[in-house]
């Protein structure tokens, strides 16, 4: 199997997560339209990661967030968004970097994306070793396109795409 000098895996997976960066940009900017809301799920112990030690302890591996009516001061930079939310009646500030992130579905037009975290992110999560022999190669991302229950779901995996 030749060798991808080029890493179109990790290609894509940047490119999709700019796709993400730039809808919470807008969001962060001018509101969530219409019906639009997002359900992120990421690592919470990968590097850069800030969420309360409550959380933390509640969420030890992956935790999901809901932005749809109630988050603020979210900010979001090349690297990371920040946000405002409320957890059980208790205000908290998240710090969420892009390579922590597992999912992003919106709900409302039935688009979502699937990652597979970065090699540094996974490591500092506890997944993988990118050092150690054998390890999976990054696969990275899955564009997701779903639909109601009972009219099947289509998940387009980029790996079919490589020549094996």
């Known amino acids: 199997m030749p060798t991808d000098h080029i890493r179109y895996d990790v290609l894509a997976r940047e490119a999709l997560r700019g796709v993400l960066r730039q809808v919470l940009k807008d969001a962060a900017e001018n509101g969530l339209p219409g019906e639009h809301h997002f359900y992120i799920t990421f690592l919470s112990k990968a590097d850069g990661v800030k969420i309360s030690p409550r959380l933390l302890a509640q969420y030890p591996e992956e935790m999901t967030v809901i932005l749809q009516h109630q988050f603020w001061d979210m900010q979001v930079t090349e690297d990371r968004f920040e946000v405002g939310l409320s957890f059980g009646g208790v205000s908290e500030k998240l710090v969420v970097p892009f390579n922590s992130i597992k999912s992003f579905f ?28 054998g390890a999976p190669a990054p696969a990275a991302v899955e564009p997701v396109s779903e639909r109601a229950p009972g009219d099947g779901a289509e998940v387009v995996r980029l790996d079919r795409f490589r020549k094996k």
């Open 106 to 133: 919106d709900p409302s037009v039935q688009f979502g994306l699937q990652f597979e975290p970065s090699d540094q992110a996974a490591a500092a999560g506890g997944l993988i070793d990118p050092q150690t022999p």
